[in-house]
């Protein structure tokens, strides 16, 4: 079925929809990671985003129930340069598009995608939006115009959990809100370290990894008080990813003031960006983001590099935190943008990129042995 | 950490000749090194015996050592340029086994040389089987159950554990030579024994069989500081079983999720880290069950290889100059990306489009050789297309291979329905060869379930899905007929359709279907291959086509020249012929006009990203080139340099509208056509073998009696001498007269009086249209008959009448005149009774020309190059003749190794891969380095083995004498035993193969034998000929076929029994000639 895809900008592209008539509005972004596409359609940091792959082929390995980074597909569309509509892979339980149409999320093909990652790499992300009932460019364009701008927006209320929750058997295991005041909630106190873990959006895998740490995990949503989590006696905190603009998200800045020092914190992503702002840093919009699985990131501690999986549209200003010069962990090797920091006072630490990879590189993933370790250390 | 300063002096040893499984792709990667080493202010010094390299020139390093690759050479150089460290990483199998052998003798301790890239123990652990084993189970992986066997009751004890199927490796070795599958005992003998023999260290490894399983590669990276990047997977579409060398291979991995790609990339960090490869590139592969995932590491080879280079064509990223930075200290986040300039060598390349890699083969050239694909590497070249899909990327692909294929057939020239049915089909599919795929096409014409090809093929079925989808195409192309429709056509065009196939299909012309596509606006676009799937912008202009809306080349306003590269190495067109293109992109630079190369061999230098000022990656077809020539508007293009390849399209480019520069593809024609060049010849007052055309066998016949016998019997229209054969006589016309026909149906045969035992001699030429130099003559060591390309030759000439010399050079000027050649020109004579006759002239690069550049210190390319840009040679500086004061031996090396059953008797059908060079400043020393150099062990003592056909006996006279008074004992078969003891030469008297045991080939078994010497007609009543010489192969014994390749051999026996050979940089010669 014909499609449109137009942008802010004036500039359309044609392409054709494989999962039947729809039209949706949303950034565009590209990602370049050449497999993941399951984690990322799943991932909640692309709420809000039409995602198109930099790799011209995808559906080829089909869908698979464990590639899945939260309940839903997040994604607001999907545009790819040819749909296999012929997955081959030992795991496959379906295909891509059976699994778009399932989720209700539009997915367009035949599109030049290399032309339109090199249009957002000069031009910026932008607002967008894909029709398949739509097709003059004109009052495609003014729709796309009408799409609501991502600085500014509190994402995190359309992704956080609404209900707190274990991990368990590879799925949420949800608790009643009720039982978050009590401390006797942990199931695995004193053999695992009881993390809690705020949810402005949390993939999966984070979770995975940090119960392979040695943690027991609670997901709480992304507005619970710092009371109410002193309340649960943790070992430590974490601050998840998630979607959109750290500004507006003053309720979780607040939370993360009130509870560093207490415990050790680790942030990914967002969750750096939170904490960033929770040190006294200012965060900003980068131009056409990093989303891909191939950003090499310093260790400056190390000075090992890290090939690291990334999915950020907003960053912690480096200059903002420039004073803090020690806190600063993590630089990225191709632009000398901030990629980690890190305060030993507080103990705390985050990174801007997935250590937790799906998809990706799983060259972080000690940084969640670490989380376990400085837990420890507080401990003892 | 930066870059060492505690060395200056690096050794780098090349990879020596072409041969199946190690090809130009190590000119490329020794090329990028020296380049890389010279940029960081590194005295490069250099060992590699291949003239036909860009590696090799002069400039390339500072001393080039242009000698035998051996661990006496290395041994020889060290002692003479006291290197700091020795580099064996970049070329290939050959550098590492020659470090290995060099280093048992204790030459790195006693003159303090460090092995930079990978360490003695490193190499071990990766190469050695049993070593290997235990690293992986080390780190928690999985090897195929295997074991080790170094005789008989070994193999069948490891056997029983294992169970049937195996697989057979030999440890050491190159292409998995003497490898196999195994399904009974009796063939496990066979392949056993053969991997036995192959292996250096006579051992084996049975293997429980994965065959049907996937393979992946992955290209490793590690620097010093143990950063790790992995920089391209690779999906071979062949399951296991097949060389992955002998695959189609794709890139990035297609089948695989994050999940299990991770498994492999964590997989692959740590097997680098396990062997100890300290910097530098790896190759690991890997199979992967189909049905659950396991996976079982196959291999891992601790240097840069043929996959390397092509995951570095397929993504940017140069390995090989990384990983000579590497080994000199620089870590990967040091080195800044060239492609993007902006971010640094630290990172994991994103591709976005799809890489098809398809291997060449040259069964036809081997009748006698099964057309299967197993775990020995058998194909010569490969050719590599870019597409923005599978499907674009395979046609593509298929196209650029040179075998005739418009693409995925659909180009009449699959076989028809009914002659590929039943169990033929299936043979086909089920067991791996060169046609498969075409076999696939048919299946798929006749319906057959994917599921069902599946089990026949183990090609995933996502890939013979992508085929599918290309058949369907093809069916409703032929449906809709002349009135495709624009929306078909366009689809067609992005599943890679060439308009050759379309044109096919609607029974139109290629220029019709041209000139409708272009009418509704549907030409390609060309998309940048920058490393990063468009995240920066990129600096290189490295181009693929594509049919999509964005057009990214950068068409400057300078003056411009395309050079059109040959396409896939072949036997017949290989790296000499990249070497002037190459050539070709150097002079351009120099004379300020932009280098655009186009080509689709991703193994050459001319193929790397910073070798011209611009790089269209594209098959060369009509359809393909014109479409470059249309959007970059050159000034000209360069045909004359690629081979055969540019050639064949000279002309259609030329009708096109296509400026050609140089000389003239009316020039080209002229001395390709009989009638022509026959008139030119009487103009010109020059002498040609008697010859003639025949359409049939009674006009053969006529022609043959007319001129008298032997006469040459080919095929007209055909490479490399191709079906080419001598017949001596009436009987044996008839079958060769045939064969000729195969091979070029409906075309006149082409019959030619034979200069029997006539003196051959190939003269190389440059001319500007009015001056003439010559580049070199060189005297054949193979009397007359032998394809040229196969011949040993010697320049400057050592038996020559100064006054045939003077006279060949008089008729290449006046040749050159007639034809107005503009550029270079190759002439062959033959002299015979005191006469000289033309036999061949090609107005274009000859396959000499890097062995004559490098014998006189003239890049004759580029000066060709220059000319044709309209420089005279006199502005250039090269008027005289530069006649070196020393002599430069080519010889040619022979694939025979790799085919079973073929016989290796030379003839005049061309079969060797690759050539060495031997320079001294005596003959039978520089004959000897050549055949050193070529793998021949020659003996000092022993028994010469002499068995010739009568024609040969008076001219082995000599030669067994001379051997009999070097020492040697003479051992012959009755005929020849009895004509040399009649004659004083005393000889021990041998059964032949048919007399009853023990025969000669039990004496080769049990090392009786040193050198043989057997000529043989190649006719099959040679049979015993034929077992001696397959014994001689097996066994490593040298041999040669002809009188005077034995002549040859014994002035190299002699030359080494004077004094050891001694080594000097191909610079220190050069400099005698001024």
């Not at chain 2, 291999?299 to 090989?320: C, D, H, Q, W, Y």
């Not at chain 2, 359709?497 to 290629?510: K, M, V, W, Y």
């Not at chain 2, 890049?859 to 502005?875: C, D, I, R, S």
Request: glycine content about 8%.
């Amino acid at each position: 079925m014909k499609a449109l895809l137009a942008l802010e900008d004036g500039r359309t592209f044609a392409c054709r929809s494989f999962t039947g008539s729809g039209e949706a509005g949303g950034e565009a972004v590209f990602n370049t990671s050449m497999t993941g596409y399951q984690e990322i359609l799943t991932d909640p940091s692309y709420y809000g985003q039409m995602v198109t792959m930099t790799y011209p082929l995808i559906g080829n390995y089909g869908i698979s129930p464990e590639d899945v980074e939260s309940g839903r597909v997040q994604v607001a569309a999907f545009i790819v340069k040819e749909y296999q509509d012929f997955p081959s892979n030992f795991r496959s339980r379906g295909t891509l598009a059976d699994y778009l149409i399932k989720n209700h999320v539009l997915g367009v093909e035949d599109l030049d995608t290399r032309a339109l990652t090199r249009h957002i790499r000069k031009s910026g992300a932008m607002r967008a939006v894909i029709s398949t009932s739509d097709l003059n460019p004109e009052s495609l364009v003014a729709k796309a115009r009408q799409v609501p701008s991502m600085a500014g927006s509190d994402l995190v209320q359309h992704v956080t959990t609404k209900k707190p929750y274990f991990w368990k058997y590879n799925q949420p295991d949800y608790v009643p809100v009720e039982t978050l005041s009590n401390a006797f909630v942990w199931r695995h106190r004193g053999k695992k370290h009881s993390v809690v873990a705020i949810d402005f959006g949390i993939k999966y895998n984070i979770i995975r990894c940090l119960e392979n740490a040695g943690c027991e995990v609670l997901t709480v949503p992304s507005k619970t008080s710092a009371d109410v989590i002193k309340a649960l006696l943790p070992d430590g905190i974490f601050l998840s990813n998630g979607p959109g603009d750290p500004e507006p998200l003053t309720y979780a800045v607040d939370t993360i003031r009130q509870l560093l020092g207490s415990v050790p914190v680790f942030g990914i992503c967002l969750g750096m960006q939170l904490l960033g702002l929770a040190m006294g840093g200012k965060t900003l919009k980068i131009k056409f983001g990093h989303r891909g699985a191939n950003q090499p990131v310093k260790n400056l501690a190390t000075g090992k590099v890290e090939i690291t999986s990334q999915n950020h549209g907003f960053a912690v200003d480096l200059d903002s935190l420039k004073d803090k010069s020690s806190a600063l962990s993590h630089i990225n090797l191709n632009e000398a943008s901030l990629e980690g920091i890190s305060d030993d006072t507080l103990r705390a630490f985050a990174v801007q990129y997935h250590p937790e990879a799906s998809p990706g590189p799983h060259d972080a993933a000690y940084l969640f042995n670490q989380f376990a370790k400085v837990m420890t250390h507080a401990k003892a | 950490m930066p870059k060492r300063n505690d060395i200056h002096k690096i050794l780098i040893i090349g990879a020596g000749p072409i041969i199946i499984s190690q090809a130009c792709e190590f000119d490329y990667s020794g090329t990028q090194a020296c380049k890389a080493l010279k940029e960081e202010g590194f005295e490069v010094v250099l060992i590699n015996s291949n003239p036909a390299t860009i590696m090799t020139d002069p400039e390339t390093a500072d001393r080039v050592y242009i000698e035998p690759v051996t661990p006496d050479t290395l041994c020889k150089v060290i002692k003479a340029e006291r290197p700091d460290a020795v580099l064996p990483t970049l070329g290939g199998q050959t550098a590492l086994n020659t470090a290995i052998e060099a280093a048992k003798t204790g030459i790195f301790e006693e003159y303090g040389v460090e092995l930079i890239g990978a360490s003695i123990e490193a190499i071990h652990k990766a190469e050695d089987r049993e070593l290997f084993r235990d690293a992986m189970n080390k780190i928690g992986l999985r090897i195929p159950k295997s074991g080790f066997a170094h005789n008989f009751a070994e193999v069948e004890e490891v056997a029983k554990k294992i169970g049937f199927p195996l697989i057979v490796r030999p440890s050491f070795t190159l292409g998995g030579t003497g490898g196999g599958v195994a399904y009974n005992m009796e063939e496990l003998n066979r392949v056993a024994k053969s991997g036995l023999d192959a292996s250096l260290i006579s051992q084996i490894q049975l293997e429980e069989s994965v065959l049907g399983w996937k393979e992946y590669e992955l290209e490793v990276m590690r620097d010093h500081a143990d950063n790790v990047v992995i920089i391209c997977s690779i999906e071979n579409v062949d399951a296991m079983g097949v060389h992955t060398g002998d695959s189609i291979t794709v890139a990035p991995a297609q089948t695989l999720s994050d999940k299990e790609y991770q498994v492999l990339r964590d997989a692959s960090i740590a097997i680098i880290r396990e062997i100890g490869v300290d910097t530098g590139g790896s190759n690991v592969q890997f199979a992967v069950n189909p049905e659950n995932g396991d996976v079982i590491v196959v291999e891992m080879n601790p240097r840069v290889s043929r996959s390397s280079a092509l995951a570095s064509k397929a993504t940017g990223f140069p390995i090989a100059k990384i990983a000579a930075k590497l080994a000199v200290g620089y870590t990967l986040d040091e080195i800044p990306n060239d492609i993007t300039g902006e971010t640094m060598a630290c990172f994991e390349p994103s591709i976005d489009y799809c890489v098809v890699k398809i291997p060449r083969w040259t069964f036809e050239k081997f009748p006698e050789a099964k057309d299967v694909l197993t775990t020995a590497m058998k194909s010569v070249g490969e050719t590599m297309a870019i597409g923005r899909t599978f499907k674009e990327a395979f046609q593509k692909g298929l196209r650029s291979l040179e075998i005739g294929r418009a693409g995925f057939g659909a180009d009449g020239r699959d076989l028809l329905p009914d002659s590929v049915a039943g169990t033929d089909l299936e043979y086909h599919l089920s067991t791996p060869n060169s046609q498969r795929l075409f076999y696939i096409k048919y299946a798929l014409k006749h319906n057959m379930p994917i599921t069902m090809l599946y089990e026949l093929t183990h090609i995933d079925p996502w890939f013979l899905h992508q085929m599918k989808q290309l058949v369907d195409m093809e069916n409703q192309i032929k449906l809709a007929g002349k009135n495709l429709p624009k929306d078909l056509l366009e689809k067609a065009k992005k599943y890679g359709f060439s308009d050759r196939q379309i044109a096919h299909l609607t029974h139109l012309t290629e220029k019709q279907v041209a000139q409708e596509r272009k009418l509704l606006g549907l030409v390609p676009v060309y998309k940048l291959v920058d490393t990063c799937a468009a995240e920066f912008r990129a600096v290189t202009p490295y181009y693929y086509s594509t049919y999509e809306t964005e057009c990214e080349a950068r068409v400057s306003d300078r003056k411009k020249v395309i050079i059109l590269g040959g396409g896939p190495n072949r036997i017949g067109q290989g790296i000499e012929f990249d070497y002037c293109c190459v050539h070709a992109s150097f002079a351009l630079k120099e004379e300020g006009v932009e280098s655009i190369m186009v080509n689709s061999n991703p193994e050459t230098v001319s193929t790397d990203y910073d070798t011209s000022d611009k790089l269209y990656f594209e098959p060369l077809t009509h359809e393909d080139v014109l479409h470059i020539v249309e959007k970059e508007k050159p000034f000209g293009v360069i045909v004359q340099f690629g081979g055969q390849t540019p050639l064949n399209l000279a002309t259609g480019l030329q009708k096109a509208g296509v400026p050609i520069i140089g000389t003239s593809p009316e020039s080209i024609d002229r001395a390709e056509d009989r009638d022509l060049f026959q008139a030119m010849m009487d103009k010109l007052g020059l002498r040609q073998p008697e010859n003639g055309i025949a359409h049939s066998y009674e006009e053969a016949l006529a022609v043959a009696r007319e001129i008298g016998y032997p006469v040459m019997v080919r095929p007209s229209f055909v490479l490399g001498g191709r079906a080419m054969k001598i017949v001596y006589d009436e009987s044996d016309l008839e079958a060769f007269f045939e064969l000729a026909v195969q091979a070029s149906p409906d075309k006149p045969v082409l019959i030619d009086k034979f200069l029997e035992e006539a003196f051959e001699l190939d003269v190389d030429a440059i001319s500007d249209g009015e001056t003439t130099v010559i580049g070199g003559m060189m005297e054949h060591i193979e009397e007359a008959g032998i394809h040229s390309g196969d011949s040993a030759c010697v320049l400057p000439p050592y038996s020559i009448d100064p006054h045939h010399i003077e006279e060949m050079a008089d008729a290449a000027r006046a040749i050159a005149k007639e034809l107005r050649v503009k550029g270079l020109m190759n002439i062959q004579f033959g002299i015979m009774n005191d006469t000289v006759y033309v036999i061949e002239v090609n107005p274009r690069a000859s396959r000499t020309i890097p062995f004559v550049s490098k014998a006189i210190g003239v890049p004759l390319a580029k000066l060709a190059t220059q000319v044709m840009l309209g420089k005279t040679l006199k502005e250039l500086g090269f008027t005289q003749q530069v006649i070196p004061p020393y002599y430069c031996v080519k010889e040619a090396v022979m694939p025979f190794d790799r085919f079973e059953n073929v016989d290796p008797v030379l003839g005049p059908e061309m079969k060797s891969t690759g050539e060495v060079m031997g320079i001294d400043m005596d003959l039978g020393a520089a004959v000897a380095k050549s055949q050193i150099a070529a793998g021949q062990k020659l003996p000092e003592t022993g028994t010469v083995f002499i068995s010739v056909q009568d024609k040969d006996k008076e001219a082995a006279l000599p030669v067994a004498k001379d051997f009999h008074d070097m020492g040697f004992t003479i051992m012959a078969t009755r005929g020849t035993a009895a004509f040399l003891e009649e004659h004083q030469v005393p000889a021990t008297p041998v059964k032949k193969v048919s007399a009853g045991r023990p025969h000669v080939v039990d004496a080769v078994k049990n090392k009786e034998i040193q050198l043989i010497l057997n000529t043989g007609a190649t006719s099959q009543t040679q049979r015993d000929g034929y077992e001696i010489r397959r014994a001689a192969i097996k066994y490593k014994i040298p041999y040669a076929t002809t009188t005077d390749g034995t002549r040859a051999i014994l002035s190299a026996i002699k030359a080494l029994k004077k004094e050891p050979l001694s080594v000097k940089p191909i610079q220190e010669y050069h400099k005698q000639n001024v």
